[in-house]
């Protein structure tokens, strides 16, 4: 991966913007030779883009960034505090128990914070809600941890976002995980899924906090190479839960394919999001998706009647915690 941005050659190349001959970084979807700092300004430049093009901030929003202590967040995190320095923003991070790592996420989200000089609010899933992501090992989802992790941090921070009364969550997926996920849709056939798989998605219920994800146009290695560049306090270890996951093989294959395929990625999302995403809602306009609310937690769902996926799956832990507190 490093070869397809990061120049290999040893003779100086000149940047294309402003001429120094210190170019370190070829971006091969846009034929660009940058140096660092016209590399970290271009990517600024394109996050804005984003957001503009998607209207996905306004001045008077009080904004939610979704932290880990990744590269990805960190980066999000570190544009937005540099961009939009006007608009309220605070960082939320989900101490989900994994031993080591999230301890060491939460030393580098509270040194991020330190460094933006923003309020960083920590949600502890055992101290909040008595269980820890491993947890969830001994039950059905004991083989697809990073499903029932991803249904539990959407949960949480809709719901902290509510009750703080923020107006948007803004979240670091970048376009990896977006064609990771989309390539995954395809695959099941859930096109409900490719429907809400966009970069703003806006209120559809009065306790659903609008979500935009403004690194939707950079790749992993766009973000790595940023947050190293600016410094950024990102993590150093990899959450055991992750290795091996059928999200990371997928994003292994995507990786070979965009080997053979030059702009594979970039292609992909804008066919998806120019073509297809259009034809697919002005087909389908009819069955939108109703939005209900949870009978047990009061939170939207789209499940009517019914518990809601955040419900259902911490319904499972039932028979651990109660043999725990006895």
Request: glycine fraction near 8%.
């Given at each position: 991966m490093f070869e397809e941005i990061s120049q290999g050659s040893s003779m100086p190349i000149k940047c294309r913007r402003c001429k120094a001959e210190n170019a370190e970084v070829y971006l091969s979807h846009l034929n660009l030779n940058l140096c660092p700092e016209c590399f970290m300004l271009l990517t600024e430049r394109r996050v804005k883009h984003t957001i503009d093009a998607y209207k996905m901030l306004a001045k008077n929003d009080r904004v939610g960034i979704a932290v880990s202590g990744g590269k990805d967040s960190s980066t999000l995190a570190y544009i937005l505090n540099s961009l939009f320095d006007k608009i309220d923003m605070v960082l939320i991070y989900i101490d989900l128990g994994v031993p080591d790592y999230s301890k060491h996420c939460?030393?580098?989200?509270?040194?991020?914070?330190?460094?933006?000089?923003?309020?960083?609010?920590?949600?502890?899933?055992?101290?909040?809600?008595?269980?820890?992501?491993?947890?969830?090992?001994?039950?059905?989802?004991?083989?697809?941890?990073?499903?029932?992790?991803?249904?539990?941090?959407?949960?949480?921070?809709?719901?902290?976002?509510?009750?703080?009364?923020?107006?948007?969550?803004?979240?670091?997926?970048?376009?990896?995980?977006?064609?990771?996920?989309?390539?995954?849709?395809?695959?099941?056939?859930?096109?409900?899924?490719?429907?809400?798989?966009?970069?703003?998605?806006?209120?559809?219920?009065?306790?659903?906090?609008?979500?935009?994800?403004?690194?939707?146009?950079?790749?992993?290695?766009?973000?790595?190479l940023y947050a190293g560049y600016r410094k950024l306090p990102t993590r150093t270890v990899e959450c055991q839960f992750s290795r091996g996951s059928r999200m990371q093989r997928r994003k292994e294959l995507l990786n070979m394919i965009a080997e053979k395929i030059p702009n594979f990625k970039h292609s992909f999302i804008n066919s998806h999001?120019?073509?297809?995403?259009?034809?697919?809602?002005?087909?389908?306009?009819?069955?939108?998706?109703?939005?209900?609310?949870?009978?047990?937690?009061?939170?939207?769902?789209?499940?009517?009647g019914m518990p809601c996926h955040f419900c259902k799956l911490t319904k499972t832990l039932r028979p651990q915690l109660t043999q725990r507190s006895l």
């Open positions: 939460l030393e580098r989200v509270e040194a991020l914070a330190e460094m933006l000089d923003k309020e960083l609010i920590v949600y502890s899933l055992e101290g909040e809600m008595g269980f820890k992501i491993g947890d969830f090992k001994q039950t059905v989802y004991g083989r697809k941890i990073c499903s029932a992790c991803g249904t539990i941090k959407r949960y949480l921070l809709n719901k902290i976002a509510y009750d703080l009364g923020l107006t948007k969550i803004a979240t670091g997926h970048n376009l990896d995980d977006t064609l990771e996920a989309l390539f995954n849709f395809y695959l099941e056939g859930n096109v409900e899924a490719m429907l809400r798989l966009k970069p703003y998605l806006p209120r559809t219920h009065p306790k659903f906090v609008p979500k935009i994800k403004p690194l939707i146009g950079l790749t992993d290695f766009e973000c790595l999001f120019k073509r297809i995403l259009p034809n697919l809602e002005a087909s389908l306009g009819s069955r939108e998706i109703k939005i209900y609310e949870c009978p047990t937690c009061g939170m939207p769902t789209s499940l009517e």
